[in-house]
């Protein structure tokens, strides 16, 4: 009953897998009122999902290792950045995203968009954590920042984001435009939140998710430029997360103290 409820109330596609031979009495009677038809038919149930004519699948000893390659993403890169916004208490319609402090992602091309939303939709059944990560693609947002945005920071008619920085620590509160292929992780994670807690749930995933998203990421194969090998920190095949604050960090150390150019004045 409560899965039928999930699908009334957020219009999902519903498929209930019963392994018995007859629908047992309980399951016959919830499904007397809901708009949805039952098959015995496998091949009618592959041609429902798959179309006409069905695919074959790959041979077993013929893996399609390509889906298993690391996609390298820079967008990716300040997702563990150290910085620390904070949501806006007060009501805030940030305007749209000038780009002024720093470079804007570049877009995903297509085929890496369909690649990534593949990836995110086999990696986690979790709409918040797949929303957090198409959201660092789409901003470049470190997982602070993400987390500031509620379920009324989507518009899904304007298709745009809002995150928020009132001390601007990076770009201020500013709204991102969602391109199609992740606006469906994000419609997702707000029927999600409005689902638990309201308008005041976080809409993506928290700052204390930080594992569980890295291990989202590290999931589906989608990780940020790494190191060379002679400066790596980690082990060869370990995803070092924070390798662009580690530079940031050592190009400030090197700095001398109170250096500058003299003034010709």
């Known amino acids: 009953m409560r899965l039928l409820q999930l699908q009334a109330r957020t219009g999902i596609h519903l498929t209930l897998v019963c392994h018995r031979p007859h629908l047992p009495a309980a399951l016959h009677q919830a499904l007397r009122t809901a708009d949805c038809s039952v098959t015995a038919d496998i091949e009618a149930v ?19 290792a390509p889906a298993r390659r690391w996609l390298t993403l820079p967008a990716l890169d300040r997702l563990v950045s150290y910085d620390s916004p904070r949501p806006c208490t007060a009501p805030c319609t940030p305007p749209p995203i000038a780009w002024r402090h720093r470079p804007p992602p570049v877009p995903l091309t297509a085929p890496t968009a369909q690649r990534v939303a593949h990836r995110l939709h086999t990696a986690t059944a979790h709409p918040r954590l797949a929303a957090a990560l198409a959201a660092a693609l789409i901003t470049g947002a470190s997982l602070q920042q993400l987390a500031t945005a509620r379920p009324r920071d989507y518009d899904d008619a304007s298709a745009t984001l809002a995150l928020h920085d009132r001390a601007r620590y990076t770009d201020g509160c500013a709204a991102y435009p969602v391109p199609p292929w992740a606006s469906v992780f994000l419609r997702a994670a ?6 638990v807690s309201g308008e005041d749930q976080e809409l993506l995933a928290a700052p204390g998710d930080r594992g569980h998203l890295l291990r989202v990421a590290e999931t589906a194969r989608l990780r940020p430029p790494q190191p060379p090998v002679a400066r790596r920190k980690g082990p060869v095949g370990r995803v070092e997360w924070d390798w662009r604050e580690r530079q940031e ?17």
Do not use: V
């Not at 006409?52 to 893996?63: C, G, K, N, R």
């Open 249 to 265: 960090a050592e190009r400030y150390d090197a700095t001398p103290a109170g250096h500058a150019r003299p003034s010709r004045r």
């Open 46 to 64: 592959r041609r429902h999902y798959y179309g006409t004519p069905i695919a074959e699948p790959p041979p077993a000893e013929e893996p399609a």
């Open 190 to 195: 707000a029927c999600f939140a409005r689902l």
